[in-house]
């Protein structure tokens, strides 16, 4: 069971992840090689139909398009936020508080962690990232080091009642038996797993700096 059902999936999830980290190609291709992993393994089991084939295609289109739709709105609302100086009045504002660069990113990382309740990850690097991004030459703050305390920050807030998507994706799966509370109270100790985490990649940047300085630097 181990071999038919582990091992299939690690190897095409190392095969995506390890093309891109020793930059053998690019996500895009990455992506083109985890379809291609996807049809073999459908082969392999002997689920590859035009059915599925058919469903696969209208899913992928599905997704495509909604995203290219968040990229238009998020565009259209940045390009309006600048022009009527909303960019220019929140940088006045945030540097007239005279902030640490601690402070900022206390604040930053907050205000991401409240949006992480009611909107999806897309909508918040899509269109409330940029407004953060002209900040951090001033704060002397890495983009790098900013986005993985944020992919870090999203994963908890998904986690983090009152809303906490994860668990209410968790329900639509789960048996009839398993309760929203028992997924919440089994959720909670991985959530400060979570926040240790967070903690530890602030205090110690080069947790998640090391690699592509040695990648890529």
């Known amino acids: 069971m181990l071999l038919g059902s582990f091992f299939p999936l690690y190897v095409m999830i190392m095969a995506v992840l390890g ?3 020793f930059g053998l190609a690019t996500p895009t291709e990455a992506a083109a090689v985890g379809a291609l992993g ?3 393994l459908a082969a392999a089991y002997r689920q590859l139909t035009l ?3 058919r469903e696969s295609a209208f899913l992928a289109a599905k997704t495509s398009a909604m995203v290219c739709w968040l990229f238009v709105g998020s565009s259209i609302f940045s390009a309006a936020f600048a022009l009527l100086g909303g ?5 006045k504002w945030v540097l007239s508080l005279n902030m640490t660069p601690v402070q900022f990113m206390v604040l930053a990382q907050f205000i991401i962690f409240i949006l992480g309740w009611p909107l999806e990850w897309t909508e918040i690097i899509i269109i409330f990232m940029p407004i953060f991004i002209p900040l951090l030459p001033h704060f002397h703050i890495d983009p790098l080091f900013f986005g993985l305390l944020v992919a870090l920050n999203l994963q908890t807030a998904f986690l983090s009642p009152p809303v906490a998507m994860a668990a209410f994706y968790l329900k639509g799966v789960a048996p009839p038996h398993v309760t929203l509370n ?4 089994g959720m909670m100790p991985f959530m400060a797993i979570q926040v240790l ?3 530890l990649l602030y205090a110690f940047p080069d947790i998640g700096l090391w690699l592509p300085r040695v990648l890529y630097g």
């Open 19 to 21: 093309s891109i980290v």
């Open 38 to 40: 996807g049809f073999v």
């Open 51 to 53: 059915a599925v084939v």
């Open 87 to 91: 960019q220019e009045v929140l940088e």
């Open 182 to 185: 028992q997924i919440f109270a």
């Open 197 to 199: 985490a967070l903690v």
